[in-house]
């Protein structure tokens, strides 16, 4: 399966197209930039972790001639990319969609967070000190100090 | 045991639930993109012929009984393994086979037909792509079950292996017929 | 030949290291002294006889013995020597055996240098890192064996793939296990300790010079590869948030935790379960990533072999190792003496702070790279998570931790006096409130994120300089004074004021890279002149030539400034015939300051060139950044304190509060 890899390989760096080639470009700069801004959303399925701003491989540039002709036609961005998504699935999205199923991805982090925060402020007083209060050095026992240290 | 002590089990816990995750993701497959298309109608589409023939395909030919379609290329080296066993099953008179010639040029594909055996009952030529893309394709070769009704069923991802005609492919096409 | 001497060397290491793993853990529980001395000369007999193999498979590499199967199916008699070595290690098999091989390493390390150790820890020490071998031994005789043989020999290797010919690419694997397998030391000890039930300050001193070398390792190796990405691939990106990237990037952050959890225990006797527990998550972690990378869970460019046969064991590796050393954690963590007391605000208040925060990343990484196996594994659909949800939820996590950074070497033991650090690094708030107008402006009214995010950057610098600064009593005494007590600061100092400093530096600088690069995508005839971030680029066309296994076509673009001529870029295409393989070349002129970047693309048949130009600023400081990193790990290590002299137990147990010899 070592060629598997290496083949995911060659595609990755490798291929017939060019990501992005000059001659893809909308000449609608306010356009152009939507579209690689949509671009960077979308997943390419065949190189599996790339986007199809980046890929070479042939359906990543099949997508991005689609979702240009789309913006020339007028579509919105939203409107374009559920186009897409109802063909491939959420799958195809590099940002996964705030649903029931992946409510414990995006809340996850907040969760650890703040349960971590609890444990850590368990933990906090529980070790709290029950040291006085450090009195504050005297100024010439600031001094002494000092002379000590710096006599190395 | 104290809540203090139970929270000492929690990493454990949480590695327990990671490898039980771990196990079963090993008998998946993380490539394999499922259809989203299952129980849809047929998205619409009409291809002219591949070269060499005189019909092509369109949506409206899927109706009225169970089919499958199989989207081929010349240039794909999978779909060789598996065009044999499309082959029989036309022979055999199994279930009708219709075929989409996904970016292909004509010359080649109609070589390769030639060559190969072709057992599509009807076939159509999406040279630029955008059929596979409404079909949800993302590598061939990929084969798709339609019911009665012109809907999707099933799809099957990569070569048809004779274990995936035999377990999955016959028993649901069976099913359908009723 | 060599190949069997190799494979009856690898067996022969099995064998040690099963002597190594037994006889040591009972000598040390049964207090027999002869059966806890066999420890030390096992570990450098496993060393010796992994060293032995991995020469002999060297050896068929370098030779190109094609009758071993390994070299075979992974080199090529046409292959430069480096890249015939590297290959070595550039697949499944023979990285195995290089895991195995840098587990014993780490292990003869501590029998040749660890001799402060008491007896015991030690002795388990050495044996838990045996079993360790043991299970990764096993796994490459019994699945993973590189010394199988082919009858009859090809006349000739199958891999000529010139993408793996490349330093970068070839060369970040030994320092990315030298980081990871690393922390198996760190592993080690944790277990010991609980073995033991002992864990205190000075098990920590013990600890922390092994963490530092791997994570140092772990840093360097990070970098590198993501150094390999930005100028092979041809579009400047440099982090993806793959699963292999992410595999190897969250024992970094468990790493550092532990780095920092350490300083703890070592000075003040507390956080030891949470110091236990990250060493033992941070190795987890390394074993996590082996898994993710060879067992086909998760698809990766990265990904080796993807057999789920050898998934299964090193599945069931896993659940003895991970689960085993988490079931000794919960049974006997508790049970660790409680250390010394402190407030909330003080320093161990400030590295609690340090530990939430990165464990919270780590996990979030975690959680986002597991997901989509997880909802799949319930079968509940499949999606992706990719740099948006990383980007969107570590940052988050991220900033905090470097606001604190700046803060916490401020505060002191026990108890702070917040206000008063606050006081001391009003310069820092100031220089911070600057960079951020600055950059918002800069932005030109964007998101006010990458202005925060440099405001942040720029706080942790100044934060550092500052503390540096009030150490040498800069400014505040005589230069004479200052210079006297720089001189006479300890080196983890240094190494602590480089590497907060550093990491402020790599944040910055991949902040600018981003917000600020500039990509020009053109169709181009020989002539042609584009402008890019005030360079002039004019295209001069495109020669076709030959290299020694490749033919291309290599552009030229000279490059000025204002007239001033820069230099000249150089982009190719090559075509390898006998791969039947395209690849492009950028073409890199690196100044203190940014990246020019040009990339050729495809002819459109009529004379024009596809071209991509880019600036990419303040990226050269990403790589430069990251090897400061390295570099104040370094500095650490040559502290002194952390090497001989490390306090004897008698000492440390002499008082409740007892500090080891220097504060």
């Known amino acids: 399966m070592r060629a598997l890899a290496t083949a995911l390989l060659i595609a990755l760096l490798a291929g017939p197209a060019f990501a992005i080639s000059a001659v893809e470009q909308l000449d609608d700069p306010a356009l152009e930039s939507r579209a690689r801004v949509i671009f960077k959303e ?57 649903k029931p199923t992946t409510y414990a991805l995006w809340l996850g982090p907040a969760v650890i967070l703040l349960l971590g925060a609890a444990g850590a402020a368990v933990y906090l007083r529980r070790h709290g000190s029950r040291t006085a209060p450090a009195t504050p050095l005297t100024a010439d026992e600031r001094r002494r100090l000092d002379a000590l240290i710096d006599d190395g | 045991m104290s809540a203090v002590q139970l929270r000492y089990m929690l990493p454990l816990s949480l590695f327990v639930v990671l490898a039980v995750g771990l196990g079963v993701g090993l008998t998946r497959d993380p490539s394999q993109i499922p259809s989203v298309l299952i129980d849809q109608d047929v998205p619409r589409f009409s291809l002219g012929p591949v070269e060499g023939r005189a019909r092509g395909l369109a949506s409206a030919d899927l109706e009225g009984e169970v089919r499958l379609v199989n989207f081929f290329a010349s240039w794909c080296v999978a779909c060789r393994v598996e065009h044999p066993l499309l082959n029989r099953l036309t022979e055999d008179g199994t279930v ?83 | ?72 199916q992974n080199s090529h008699s046409a292959k430069p020597l480096m890249y015939k070595i590297s290959g070595v290690w550039g697949n499944h098999e023979g990285s195995i055996l290089l895991w195995a091989m840098i587990l014993a390493l780490f292990g003869m390390a501590v029998a040749l240098f660890g001799g402060n150790l008491p007896p015991t820890l030690r002795a388990r020490v050495l044996a838990i890192q045996a079993w360790i071998a043991v299970g990764f031994l096993a796994f490459a005789l019994f699945t993973s064996n ?189 049970k660790l003496k409680a250390g010394g007391l402190f407030a909330p605000i003080s320093r161990e208040g400030g590295l609690v702070l340090n530990n939430l925060l990165l464990t919270a990343a780590c996990s979030t990484v975690l959680l986002g790279t597991m997901y989509p196996l997880a909802l799949d594994a319930l079968d509940l659909g499949k999606v992706s998570v990719g740099p948006p949800y990383f980007n969107g939820t570590f940052g988050p996590l991220i900033m905090p931790l470097l606001v604190a950074a ?96 550093a990491i402020a530096i790599v944040v910055a600088s991949i902040i600018v890279s981003q917000v600020w690069r500039t990509e020009h995508i053109a169709l181009m005839h020989p002539g042609e002149q584009v402008e890019v971030a005030g360079y002039t680029f004019t ?52 100044t203190w300051l940014a990246d020019l970047y040009a990339v050729i693309g495809d002819p459109d ?23 400061m990193i390295v570099v104040g790990g370094a500095v650490s290590l040559t502290d002194r304190r952390l090497r001989v002299g490390a306090p004897r137990r008698a000492r440390a147990a002499a008082g409740a509060d007892a500090k080891p010899q220097t504060a």
Not at chain 3, 185 to 200: P, T
Not at chain 3, 606 to 624: A, D, F, K, M, Q
């Open chain 1, 42 to 98: 979308l997943r390419c399925l065949v190189c599996q972790n790339q986007s199809i701003d980046e890929s070479n491989a042939t359906l990543a540039k099949d997508l991005r001639l689609l979702v240009r002709e789309r913006l020339v036609a007028g579509e919105t961005d939203e409107a374009i990319v559920g186009y897409i998504v109802s063909r491939y699935g959420d799958f195809v999205l590099l940002e996964p969609p705030f």
């Open chain 2, 96 to 178: 009708p086979v219709y075929g989409i010639n996904y970016k292909d040029e004509p010359h080649d594909a109609r070589r390769w037909l030639d060559r190969m055996g072709d057992p599509y009952v009807r076939s159509g030529a999406d040279h630029d792509g955008r059929v596979g893309i409404d079909w949800g394709v993302y590598g061939l070769p990929e084969t798709f079950i339609i019911d009665r009704n012109g809907r999707i069923v099933y799809k099957h991802i990569g070569p048809i292996r004779p274990e995936d005609l035999e377990q999955t492919i016959l028993p649901l096409i069976e099913e359908l017929r009723g």
């Open chain 3, 1 to 72: 030949m060599i190949a069997e001497i190799g494979h009856y060397a690898l067996i022969l290491a099995l064998l040690v290291a099963l002597v190594q793993g037994t006889l040591p853990l009972i000598g040390a529980q049964t207090g027999n002294a002869a059966w806890m001395a066999v420890a030390r000369p096992a570990s450098v007999g496993q060393m010796l006889f992994i060293g032995i193999s991995f020469g002999c498979l060297t050896y068929a590499y370098v030779v190109s013995d094609f009758s071993v199967m390994n070299v075979a």
């Open chain 3, 146 to 334: 590189p010394f199988l043989r082919l009858d009859p020999a090809p006349f000739e290797g199958s891999d000529l793939n010139p993408l793996l010919q490349d330093p970068g690419l070839a060369f970040h694997p030994p320092f990315l296990y030298l980081g990871y397998v690393g922390f198996s030391m760190a592993f080690s000890f944790a277990v010991a300790a609980l073995i033991e039930g002992r864990v205190d300050a000075a098990w920590a001193r013990w600890v922390r010079p092994w963490t530092l070398v791997a994570w140092s390792f772990l840093t360097l190796g990070i970098a590198m590869g993501s150094w390999w990405a930005y100028y092979e691939l041809g579009w400047g990106g440099f982090w993806f948030w793959d699963p292999v990237e992410n595999a190897s990037f969250m024992p970094w952050l468990a790493g550092t935790a532990l780095l920092h959890s350490a300083i703890v225990t070592e000075k003040r006797d507390a956080l030891k379960s949470w110091t236990i527990l990250l060493a033992i998550i941070a190795f987890s972690l390394s074993l996590l990533g082996t898994f993710l990378v060879r067992s086909g869970v998760l698809t990766s460019v990265h990904a080796f072999a993807t057999d789920p046969t050898r998934g299964v064991f090193i599945l069931a590796f896993l659940v003895i190792v991970i689960g085993g050393s988490l079931t000794l954690y919960a049974i006997r963590a508790p």
């Open chain 3, 406 to 501: 700046a803060i916490g070497p401020f505060l002191t033991w026990k108890r702070a006096d917040l206000p008063g650090v606050l006081g001391r690094l009003k310069l820092a708030f100031a220089v911070t409130a600057v960079v951020f107008v600055g950059s918002w402006m800069a932005t030109t009214g964007g998101s006010p994120l990458p202005a925060i995010g440099l405001g942040i950057a720029a706080w942790l610098f100044t934060g550092a300089m500052i503390e540096f600064a009030g150490r040498i009593k800069l400014f505040r005494a005589p230069l004479s004074v200052s210079f006297n007590r720089a001189r006479h600061l300890p080196r983890s100092a240094y190494g602590m004021t480089i590497a907060h400093a």
């Open chain 3, 539 to 590: 295209f001069k066309g495109v020669r076709d030539l030959a290299g020694p296994n490749y033919s291309a076509q290599r552009a030229e673009f000279v490059v000025t400034r204002d007239g001033e001529p820069i230099t000249r870029l150089f982009p190719e295409k090559r075509t390898y015939p006998s791969q039947d393989m395209t690849t492009t070349e950028a073409a890199i002129h690196t």
């Open chain 3, 605 to 627: 048949g009529e004379g024009g060139w596809s071209v991509r130009i880019y600036h990419n600023p303040l990226v050269p400081w990403i790589w430069l950044g990251a090897i």
